[in-house]
């Protein structure tokens, strides 16, 4: 480290990176990340990227950006505001500048600030050369894209090339910056380009070049060390929302020695699922991606139906696809899982970002009175344990069952905690291989007296045949039956099944000051900003409690009494009041809304604010407030 530059311990720091999408933004913040988790540093992440497939250079709809928050406590968020930004190109600075903390770090790519990029973003002069920017933060200009090309001047690479090894000299000051090493991003790249080592080699080059630059021109008058958190012990990696997702259900399908089979058609941000799981072919997987939504989630009942752990995944537009479908799957009662990669709608909407805007569509979205199971995650950590627990319900109440993530979760990424095989709940499968019925032939909708389950009965087996359909079933035969009072039967039936799920959701546990007149409650993507919004008002001195719903449809058994027994309730979304609705419709009480659709996860210091308005009050607040 230069002598000049003061190392500053810090307990976090938040670092975006952004440029347009050719820039590997996301591959350096994604090595960033793994860096300062080996380090030992807890971590929240938050992708950002451009809606547009290939959108203009050097344009604002082509923006790429990646935040991380690291510190050495638990980190619950990615971060409200960044303390260091780094801006590639006019437009990266352009969309981001505005969320920098005033006095924060600043490294502009000073070679990208030329006439041409400025007039595209409408920069009437060089922010590279402003004083009043220079004043306000603490304002680096580094000629990044020049600098590179000097580290790399005696490869043979073509100049095309050289420019790409540009984000990993932004990496190596960045690295430098924060007294972090590069030997875990020059194990990646060796092993990313094995085949081609030239490329892996001008990368390092480049890498070890941004750290030299630092380190000699003394340009940086201060670096940050950030000492590793104290978490429990156990074996870790770093995971974001989709590998968990993918892990949770490759670990349902060993425990419950099911093969698996994964139907799916591509979407944004549901397809790299897919992509994740098609690699583990080793452990039984099947992965099948079809030629549209409707083929996808029809071969995964077939695969249901023939006897195996059968998944389908997609996000709002394609489960809308699905619908019928997945209704053909509720009346013939066959185990299934449907993963909706939550993102910005309606329509085709936001595709590259985050909303909660699909919880409706989970929960009523279908014809007749069709209820089934609904789950949330909240976190990438969370989903590897409700994609198990989805796979879990689905084969113990031959049901289907919604798993619901979002653009965030799937995304963003976390330390997760090796768990213990042997820790997993068991599966109890309802699969059968003999007549259930002594008296004469099969009857394969005879419930089991606890669950209300019929028997899950594979093709093929002497004995166990029978007829299935969309049609209405007669109870127990499971003949086509048009009578009224079978239907009401069948109907009651069904929904009262969904009901006893609640017999496998564990009470939940309030958070916080239990004594409290207000009460948070979240689900799904927004527990880690609520969990950080209520901890940093109870340390100031506010009294506030908070839960957070992962069982939707049914809710756990003791909802319905913690929410009675508070005055004031807020719930905060990332839609216009869709679980308020379903609160409010179930149990009858008052609930203010937080609605935020902005396509990006909440921000604490909201939350922080209107719990402060209504905490300690007396009153109640004057209805839910919506930011659009």
């Given at each position: ?5 003061q ?7 938040v670092?975006r990176?952004?440029g ?32 547009e497939?290939?959108?203009p ?22 971060g ?17 500048l505005?969320?920098?903390k ?5 490294i502009l790519?000073?070679d990208?600030?030329?006439k041409?990029?400025?007039?595209r973003?409408?920069y ?17 200009v580094v000629?990044i ?8 001047a005696?490869?043979?690479l073509?100049?095309k ?11 190596g ?26 490329i892996?080699?001008?990368n390092i080059l ?8 630092a380190?000699?021109t003394?340009?940086?008058d ?26 949770g ?9 099911l093969?698996?089979?994964f ?10 699922l897919?992509h ?6 080793g ?10 939504e ?5 071969a ?7 006897g195996s752990?059968a998944?389908?995944s ?5 489960v ?15 185990p299934?899982v449907?993963?909706?990669?939550q ?7 936001l ?5 909660q ?7 009523h ?8 199971c ?15 627990e ?11 069952v ?15 905690r090796?768990?213990d095989p042997?820790?997993?709940?068991p ?6 291989t ?24 594979v ?14 079933k007669e109870?127990?035969?499971g003949?086509v039956?048009?009578d ?11 929904a ?14 309030v958070q916080?000051d239990?004594?409290?007149?207000l009460?948070?409650v ?6 880690g ?5 209520v901890?940093?008002c109870i340390?100031e ?16 058994p ?11 309730i ?8 869709q ?5 409010q ?6 609930i203010?809304?937080?609605?935020v659709?902005?396509g990006e ?8 604010e209107?719990?402060?308005a209504?905490a ?5 607040s ?7």
């Open positions: 480290m230069s002598q000049a530059a190392c500053e311990q810090r307990d976090s720091a670092i990176f952004a347009d999408s050719g820039d590997g933004i996301q591959v350096t913040g994604g090595q960033f990340t793994n860096e300062s988790a080996l380090a030992g540093n807890d971590i929240a992440t938050l992708p950002n990227f451009p809606a497939i290939r959108a250079a050097g344009t604002l709809a082509g923006v790429s950006a990646f935040q991380i928050n690291f510190g050495n406590f638990e980190i619950y968020t990615p409200d505001t960044p303390d260091v930004l780094v801006a590639m190109n006019p437009a990266a600075l352009r969309a981001n505005a969320d920098l005033p006095g924060g770090v600043l790519n000073e990208a600030f030329d041409k990029n400025l007039a973003v409408d009437e002069s060089n922010p590279c050369e402003d004083q009043e920017l220079a004043e306000k933060y603490r304002l680096y000629p894209t020049r600098l590179t090309k000097d580290a790399l005696e490869t043979d073509g100049n090339a050289v420019e790409r090894c540009k984000n990993f000299f932004t990496l000051i960045m690295l430098w910056m924060f007294n972090r090493g590069p030997e875990s991003t020059e194990r990646w790249l060796k092993a990313k380009f094995k085949k081609k080592p030239e892996a080699d001008a480049a890498l070890k070049g941004g750290m030299a630059y380190e000699a003394e340009i940086f201060i670096t940050w060390e950030i000492p590793p958190a104290s978490m429990e012990p156990g074996t870790y990696r770093n995971i974001d929302g989709t590998m968990a997702t993918a892990y259900l490759i670990a349902a399908a060993q425990k419950s020695e093969p698996m089979f139907g799916a058609y591509p979407i944004t941000p549901a397809s790299d897919l994740e799981l098609a690699k583990h072919k452990l039984g997987i099947t992965t099948f991606q079809a030629e549209d409707i083929a996808a989630v029809g995964t009942i077939g695969a249901a139906y023939a752990l998944i389908t997609s996000s709002g537009p394609g809308a696809l699905k619908i019928e479908a997945i209704d053909l799957a509720l009346i013939a009662e066959l299934m449907i993963i909706d990669v993102r910005g709608g309606p329509s085709t909407g595709p590259t970002k985050t909303e805007s699909d919880l409706f569509l989970a929960a979205g279908r014809p007749g009175d069709a209820p089934l609904v789950l949330a995650a909240s976190s990438p950590e969370s989903a590897f344990e409700m994609a198990y989805a796979a879990r319900i689905a084969t113990k109440y031959t049901c289907p919604i798993l619901l993530t979002d653009g965030y979760i799937a995304n963003s990424s976390q330390p997760w090796i768990p042997s820790q997993l709940k599966f109890e499968i309802n699969k059968i003999e007549n259930n019925n002594p008296d004469g032939e099969f009857l394969p909708y005879k419930r089991d007296e606890k669950t209300l389950a019929r028997p899950w009965a093709p093929g087996i002497p004995g166990l045949t029978h007829r299935i359909g969309g049609l209405e109870h127990e035969t003949n039956s048009y009224s009072d079978n239907h009401h039967l069948m109907t009651t039936l069904r009262e099944k969904i009901e006893r799920i609640a017999q496998d959701i564990d009470p939940i546990e916080g239990k004594d409290a007149d009460l948070v979240g689900w799904g993507g927004t527990e900003t609520l969990r950080q919004a901890e940093s340390d001195g506010v009294s506030v409690a908070r839960i957070h719903l992962k069982h939707i449809c049914p809710f756990a003791n909802l319905g009494e913690i929410l009675t027994s508070y005055k004031r807020l719930l905060p979304e990332i839609n216009t009041g679980m308020k609705q379903m609160l419709g179930e149990f009858l009480v008052e203010d809304g937080l609605n659709v902005r996860p909440l921000k604490v210091s909201q939350v922080v209107e719990i402060k209504r300690g009050s007396g009153k109640g004057q209805g839910a407030k919506s930011i659009h």
